[in-house]
């Protein structure tokens, strides 16, 4: 079983920054890819930023393309979120997954940490 724990969470103002940390631990991780899900209310739960552990190649969803840079430090098992010019849509918890990501964005094998809160306000 793979533990995953994200932590950065918080409020900010419109403009600001946060950065979120995903530490990964358990038993020896089988998979290939690192990436950072919301869910605002109401709303469905939406990839948005990934990162493929081999090779550091990334994805971004065009409503956080250059506003938020995914990165990760394979030493402590962990990947790290940078988000810049926060906009109160970007409001939502925010989840750290681990698994099989295929080219295509499709997951298996997927574990879940338990979500942080963002909130920005304008």
């Known amino acids: 079983q793979v533990q995953l724990v994200e932590s950065g969470g918080g409020s900010v103002q419109a403009g600001g920054s946060l950065r979120l940390s995903c530490a990964a631990s358990?038993?020896?991780?089988?998979?290939?890819?690192m990436g950072w899900f919301r869910q605002a209310p109401g709303k469905e739960r939406e990839e948005f930023a990934a990162?493929?552990?081999?090779?550091?190649?990334?994805y971004y969803a065009d409503s956080v393309k250059g506003r938020f840079t995914i990165f990760q430090d394979n030493a402590k098992n962990t990947v790290y979120l940078q988000m810049n010019s926060l906009k109160p849509e970007d409001t939502a918890m925010y989840y750290c997954?681990?698994?099989?990501?295929?080219?295509?964005?499709?997951?298996?094998?997927?574990?879940w940490g338990q979500g942080t809160q963002v909130t920005v306000s304008s």
């Open positions: 358990g038993y020896t991780y089988a998979g290939n890819c």
């Open positions: 990162i493929y552990t081999v090779g550091g190649s990334t």
């Open positions: 997954a681990a698994g099989f990501r295929s080219p295509g964005g499709s997951w298996a094998n997927r574990f």
